[in-house]
C-alpha cells in the first residue's frame, strides 16, 4: 500500500502529515467499489430467482401432466384389473364345477369297486367256511386212518417178534449174531466179487495198456541214441617217478600243506608207487586239485609260492570248464531262459558222479527221453524237458546244504524265478506221489536212465541190503510161506499157503506188495512181484 512507502525527508512531522494524507485517499477510493459489487450482486440475485423460477414452473407444470398421465394410466390398469378378475372368477367357478363332476364321478367308481370287493371278499369268506368243513372232515378220516395203522402196525411188530423168535428157536442164533453172520457173509461175497472183477478188468485191459505203452517207449527209446558208459572222476594222480612223492611232500611237508591249504584237499601220499590219491567230498575242489597237482608235476617246480600260482589257475580253468559245460547242456538239450547262476551250478555236475554214473550226462539224457515221452503224451514238452535237465541240481548243493537233493534243487531253482512247474518235477522226482503228469514223466526217465545196463554200479553191501529190505517188505504180509528176491532185486516171487490165501485174493496181495514196496524202499527201475499160489494132492496106491 502507497501508505505503507513513506520518505523521510526533513523532520518528522511532515512525515506525519504525508501519512494521513495516504490514509484518507484509500478510504475514498474503497467505498465507491463496495457500493457497486454489493448492486451487482442485487442484481445477480434478482436474475438468478428469476431463472429459478422460471425453471421451478415448468417442472411444476411437466410434473402435473405426469400426474395426469399417471391417473389416466392407473384408470386403465384398474378398468383391465376388473375385467381380468370378472374373467378369473368366471374361470374359477368353470374348473371348480368340473372339479366337483370329476370327484363325484370318482367316488361313485370308489363305491362301486368296494361294493364288488366286499361281494368278492363275501365269497371268497363261504369258500373257506366250506374249505374248512372239508378239512374238518378229512382230519377226522385221517384220525381214524392212523388209529387203524397203528393198530396195524402193533400186530406186524407182534408178528416180526413172533418169527424172529421161531427163527432164534430153528437157527440156534439170537438176532445179533445172525445179523453178524449175514453181514460177514456178505463182506466175503462182495470182496470174492470185486476180485474177480479187478482181475477181469485188469486182465482185458492189460493187454491193450501193456501193448501200447510198449510200442510207446519202444519208439521213444530207439530215438535216444547215447553212451552207456559214462567217464567216472578221476582222484588218482600219476606221477612220473617215486622221487616225485619227495617233492609234493617238501621239507618238513611244507608243500603238502601248501597244497592241501590252497585247494581244500587231502593228500594221501602212502606206499603205492607212482601214484597220489586225493579225497575231498568236494568233486569241485578235488578236480581243482587234479589239475594243480598234474601241472606241478610236469612244471617239476614244486614249492609254496608256485603251489598258490598254480592252483589259482587251475580255478579259473575248472570255472570256466563249469560255465561252459552247463551252457553247453541246455544248448545241446534246448532249454532257455535260465539264471546264470543256474547254470553254472548245473555245470558243477560234471564233476559229480552216482554209482560211477556221471550226473550231468545223466541228466541230458533224461532231459531227451523226457521230451520224447512227453511229445508222444501230449504233456508240456519245455516243461518236462527243464525239468529233467534241472531235477539232480540239489546234489551239486548236497555237501554245503543239509536234506534231500530234491529239496535243496527246489529251494535253489525257486530263488532265481525259475517256473513252479520246473520246481514240481524238480521237487517230486523221488515221491511216489507225483501231482503233475511231467513229474511223471521225469520221475520214470530218471528210472530208465538209472536202470540201463552199464549205467550205474553198485557196492556188494548195498546190494544185500537192498535185497533183504525187499525180502523183508513182502514176508510182512500174512498167508505168505516164502518168497525170494531174484533178477538182481527187480522181481520178487512169493509164494504164498494154498488154504489162506485163494486165487481171486493172490491178485490183491501181489497189488498190496508192489504198493508196500513204492512206498518204503528206493529203487531204481521197476520191481516186479509175482505171488505163487499153488495146490498138491498126494495119494499112494497100494
Known amino acids: 500500500m502507497r501508505g505503507c512507502v513513506t520518505l523521510r525527508i526533513g523532520s518528522s512531522k511532515r512525515a506525519v502529515r504525508y501519512h494521513r494524507i495516504g490514509k484518507e485517499n484509500d478510504i475514498a477510493i474503497t467505498i465507491p467499489v463496495i457500493l457497486f459489487a454489493i448492486v451487482a450482486l442485487v442484481i445477480g440475485t434478482g436474475i438468478g430467482y428469476l431463472v429459478q423460477a422460471k425453471r421451478a414452473s415448468k417442472i411444476l407444470a411437466g410434473a402435473e401432466a405426469k400426474a395426469r398421465e399417471a391417473d389416466a394410466e392407473a384408470k386403465d390398469v384398474l378398468q383391465n384389473a376388473e375385467a381380468q378378475k370378472k374373467t378369473l372368477l368366471l374361470e374359477g367357478q368353470d374348473e371348480l364345477r368340473k372339479l366337483r363332476v370329476a370327484q363325484e364321478a370318482e367316488l361313485r367308481e370308489r363305491r362301486s369297486e368296494l361294493q364288488r370287493q366286499e361281494r368278492r371278499v363275501a365269497g371268497r369268506e363261504e369258500a373257506l367256511d366250506r374249505r374248512s368243513d372239508s378239512l374238518e372232515r378229512r382230519e377226522r378220516a385221517i384220525g381214524s386212518r392212523e388209529q387203524e395203522m397203528e393198530q396195524r402196525l402193533a400186530e406186524v411188530e407182534d408178528l416180526k417178534k413172533r418169527h424172529l423168535k421161531e427163527l432164534e428157536v430153528v437157527a440156534n442164533l439170537n438176532a445179533a449174531e445172525a445179523r453178524e453172520l449175514v453181514l460177514k457173509k456178505a463182506e466175503e461175497d462182495t470182496k470174492q466179487d470185486l476180485a474177480r472183477q479187478y482181475y477181469e478188468l485188469q486182465q482185458r485191459f492189460a493187454s491193450e495198456a501193456d501193448q501200447h505203452g510198449r510200442r510207446l517207449l519202444v519208439e521213444t527209446m530207439q530215438r535216444l541214441a547215447s553212451d552207456v558208459v559214462s567217464e567216472s572222476t578221476v582222484t588218482v594222480v600219476p606221477l612220473p617217478n617215486d622221487e616225485m612223492k619227495g617233492r609234493l611232500i617238501g621239507r618238513e611237508g611244507r608243500n603238502i600243506r601248501a597244497i592241501e591249504q590252497a585247494t581244500g584237499v587231502d593228500l594221501i601220499i602212502d606206499d603205492t608207487p607212482e601214484a597220489v590219491t586225493i579225497s575231498c567230498?568236494?568233486?569241485?575242489?578235488?578236480?581243482?586239485?587234479?589239475?594243480?597237482?598234474?601241472?606241478?608235476?610236469?612244471?617239476?617246480?614244486?614249492?609254496?609260492?608256485?603251489?598258490?600260482?598254480?592252483?589259482?589257475?587251475?580255478?579259473?580253468?575248472?570255472?570256466?570248464?563249469?560255465?561252459?559245460?552247463?551252457?553247453?547242456?541246455?544248448?545241446?538239450?534246448g532249454v532257455t531262459g535260465l539264471h546264470p547262476e543256474v547254470i553254472k551250478l548245473l555245470g558243477r555236475l560234471i564233476f559229480r558222479t552216482s554209482y560211477s554214473q556221471n550226473v550231468l550226462k545223466h541228466s541230458i539224457e533224461m532231459s531227451f527221453m523226457a521230451t520224447m515221452i512227453a511229445t508222444e503224451l501230449g504233456a508240456n514238452v519245455n516243461v518236462a524237458r527243464a525239468g529233467a535237465l534241472l531235477h539232480d541240481l540239489g546234489?551239486?548243493?548236497?555237501?554245503?546244504?543239509?536234506?534231500?537233493?530234491?529239496?535243496?534243487?527246489?529251494?535253489?531253482?525257486?530263488?532265481?524265478?525259475?517256473?513252479?512247474?520246473?520246481?514240481?518235477?524238480?521237487?517230486?522226482?523221488?515221491?511216489?506221489?507225483?501231482?503233475?503228469?511231467?513229474?511223471?514223466?521225469?520221475?520214470?526217465?530218471?528210472?530208465?536212465?538209472?536202470?540201463?545196463?552199464?549205467?550205474?554200479?553198485?557196492?556188494?553191501?548195498?546190494?544185500?541190503?537192498?535185497?533183504?529190505?525187499?525180502?523183508?517188505?513182502?514176508?510182512?504180509?500174512?498167508?505168505?510161506?516164502?518168497?525170494?528176491?531174484?533178477?538182481?532185486?527187480?522181481?520178487?516171487?512169493?509164494?504164498?499157503?494154498?488154504?489162506?490165501?485163494?486165487?481171486?485174493?493172490?491178485?490183491?496181495l501181489a497189488k498190496d506188495i508192489a504198493k508196500k514196496v513204492q512206498d518204503k524202499l528206493a529203487f531204481p527201475g521197476q520191481i516186479k512181484v509175482v505171488v505163487i499160489r499153488e495146490t498138491r494132492s498126494t495119494e499112494y496106491a497100494r
Open 395 to 508: 546234489k551239486a548243493l548236497t555237501h554245503e546244504v543239509e536234506g534231500p537233493h530234491a529239496e535243496i534243487g527246489a529251494e535253489y531253482a525257486a530263488k532265481y524265478n525259475v517256473p513252479e512247474p520246473i520246481l514240481k518235477c524238480i521237487r517230486e522226482h523221488h515221491d511216489p506221489q507225483q501231482t503233475t503228469v511231467e513229474s511223471c514223466i521225469v520221475q520214470m526217465t530218471d528210472a530208465l536212465s538209472a536202470a540201463r545196463p552199464g549205467a550205474r554200479r553198485d557196492t556188494l553191501e548195498r546190494y544185500v541190503k537192498r535185497l533183504e529190505e525187499l525180502e523183508a517188505v513182502a514176508n510182512s504180509f500174512p498167508g505168505i510161506e516164502r518168497c525170494f528176491a531174484i533178477q538182481a532185486g527187480r522181481e520178487v516171487r512169493v509164494i504164498v499157503k494154498p488154504e489162506q490165501v485163494d486165487d481171486a485174493n493172490a491178485l490183491m
Open 281 to 333: 567230498f568236494d568233486p569241485v575242489r578235488r578236480e581243482i586239485a587234479r589239475l594243480a597237482l598234474t601241472k606241478l608235476i610236469s612244471d617239476g617246480r614244486v614249492q609254496p609260492g608256485r603251489i598258490e600260482e598254480t592252483v589259482e589257475k587251475a580255478r579259473q580253468e575248472v570255472e570256466k570248464t563249469v560255465w561252459e559245460s552247463g551252457e553247453r547242456a541246455c544248448l545241446e538239450v
